[in-house]
């Protein structure tokens, strides 16, 4: 299981998270990232970062703003699109598109990263993170994308 990402004022609680995580034995991977400029290309800079993000099998998504707001966020999609096991922080918003449970893992707080990386490591989640490459290839890509444009036309 990993994190990948930023921790910034706007997302500060990622902080408490990651210590909580480390204090609880979860066997969690660590890769932080910058907010600051990178001086590449953003088609290289997203490369790198994708590359990055889906290093591990089962990657973290933490979803609250300082506000207190849960949002969804681009990761959300990156981490399907790639084909790996989305584990994400609850956001209602995340049910309008995915299904809990059968497209990603949700997990409410730090406490539940242990288990949740041991059943990622028996294997016990690969159903979830099969289903959740489909759903984002069915009805999230580029040519699902496509097609629903074409309705349009």
Not at 22 to 27: E, T
Not at 61 to 88: A, H, K, P, W, Y
Not at 127 to 148: E, L, M, N, W
């Amino acid at each position: 299981l990993g994190f990948c990402g930023t921790i910034e004022d706007y997302n500060v609680h990622r902080y408490f998270w990651m210590l909580a995580a480390l204090a609880g034995d979860a066997d969690l991977t660590i890769d932080l990232t910058s907010q600051q400029p990178d001086g590449l290309g953003v088609a290289e800079s997203l490369k790198i970062y994708l590359s990055r993000l889906l290093s591990t099998g089962a990657c973290l998504s933490l979803t609250m703003r300082s506000t207190g707001d849960l949002i969804l966020v681009g990761r959300t999609f990156d981490v399907l699109r790639g084909g790996r096991l989305l584990v994400q922080e609850y956001t209602p918003d995340a049910r309008y598109y995915l299904r809990p449970g059968e497209d990603f893992v949700e997990v409410r707080d730090a406490g539940e990263l242990p288990e949740v990386g041991e059943r990622v490591r028996s294997g016990a989640y690969e159903p979830i993170r099969a289903q959740g490459a489909a759903t984002f290839a069915r009805a999230y890509s580029d040519q699902a994308v496509v097609r629903h444009l074409a309705t349009w036309v």
